[in-house]
Nanobody, 124 residues
Framework: QLQASGGGLVQAGGSLRLSCAGS????????IGWFRQAPGKGREGVSC????????YYADSVKGRFTISRDNANKTVYLQMNSLKPEDTAVYYC???????????????????WGQGTQVTVSS
């Protein structure tokens, strides 16, 4: 089971850190991805991190502003979001599936496990 948290309301240019906590399974066996869905738009892959944390991937829209990391000892993956823009406003979800590896294709697979989502709102 995954649980996303850390969302909130922030002004443009501000920062938030999202957390994705795993329970009931060994998180370090799984790559973790962050997705987002804005109102009226489709789901977008944002970032992913490999099982050991050595490999990461970012969508062009967030590259240089977001950083993904993981703390396997605490079964948590983080998404540090800096220089936030109004267009980052969305519900953010974490997801995983042990069958796949982190990379651009990760966001196009039907992943088995999803967190419940956390709302991020960036005001202009």
């Amino acid at each position: 089971q995954l649980q996303a948290s850390g969302g909130g309301l922030v002004q443009a240019g501000g920062s938030l850190r999202l957390s994705c906590a795993g329970s009931g399974f060994t998180l370090d066996y799984y790559p973790i991805g962050w997705f987002r869905q804005a109102p009226g738009k489709g789901r977008e892959g944002v970032s992913c991190v490999s099982r050991g944390g050595g490999s990461t991937y970012y969508a062009d829209s967030v590259k240089g502003r977001f950083t993904i990391s993981r703390d396997n000892a605490n079964k948590t993956v983080y998404l540090q979001m800096n220089s936030l823009k109004p267009e980052d406003t969305a519900v953010y979800y974490c997801a995983t599936d042990e069958r796949y590896s982190c990379g651009p294709a990760f966001f196009h697979y039907g992943l088995d496990y999803w967190g419940q989502g956390t709302q991020v709102t960036v005001s202009s």
